[in-house]
T-cell receptor
């Protein structure tokens, strides 16, 4: 079945360490997104990519980095510069290209806890 | 970034009751989406709306795209225990940007 796979599901990190969250999709979608979810808040956009080898900052990009070397992969690195990284991270994708049928398909999420 | 106004924030209802929640925006959207999220999981799409005034059903769920294109509502009829979860609205603008409500937490009491 097509979908989005995020890994790991749970991750613990010590302060000062960088960690990378994986996101892989087999939907042949062009656009991919990373969102951060905190209790009681809506999803906030970290980074997005409309096409391979191109990505843009979202609303809360500071302390995060991404790459888009392959269409199906969009890993997110949470760097030590991110002041409050403990959160639930969601990866999503859309077909892209301005299609009127664009809806976001989400992965199952990764929960990062900084000790 | 913009966040949508979603209400109510939480609901506690008896099994069998109907539920209604809504989202409003200060901006126009060309797509409204409704998602359900279980604890520790990603949101799952329930209903997608593409035209102002559109009314769409998915089983016991019904959603409408407001005619002003700035609001949407979701109704759940005859609630059951598995309806428990957090429901999110999302709007998509012409720039293919998505904005989200803060969620409605639904608890169904058997």
């Amino acid at each position: 079945d097509g979908g989005i796979t995020q890994s790991p599901k749970y991750l613990f990190r010590k302060e000062g360490q960088n960690v990378t969250l994986s996101c892989e999709q087999n939907l042949n979608h062009d656009a991919m997104y990373w969102y951060r979810q905190d209790p009681g808040q809506g999803l906030r956009l970290i980074y997005y990519s409309q096409i391979v080898n191109d990505f843009q900052k979202g609303d809360i990009a500071e302390g995060y980095s991404v790459s888009r070397e392959k269409k199906e992969s969009f890993p997110l690195t949470v760097t030590s510069a991110q002041k409050n990284p403990t959160a639930f991270y969601l990866c999503a994708s859309t077909p892209g290209g301005g299609s009127g049928a664009n809806v976001l398909t989400f992965g199952a999420g990764s929960r990062l806890t900084v000790l | 970034g913009q966040q949508l106004n979603q209400s109510p924030q939480s609901m506690f209802i008896q099994e069998g009751e109907d539920v209604s929640m809504n989202c409003t925006s200060s901006s126009i959207f060309n797509t409204w989406l409704w998602y359900k999220q279980d604890p520790g999981e990603g949101p799952v799409l329930l209903i997608a709306l593409y035209k102002a005034g559109e009314l769409t059903s998915n089983g016991r769920l019904t959603a409408q795209f407001g005619i002003t294109r700035k609001d949407s509502f979701l109704n759940i009829s005859a609630s059951i225990p598995s309806d428990v979860g957090i429901y999110f609205c999302a709007g998509r603008n012409t720039g293919n940007q998505f904005y989200f409500g803060t969620g409605t937490s639904l608890t169904v009491i058997p």
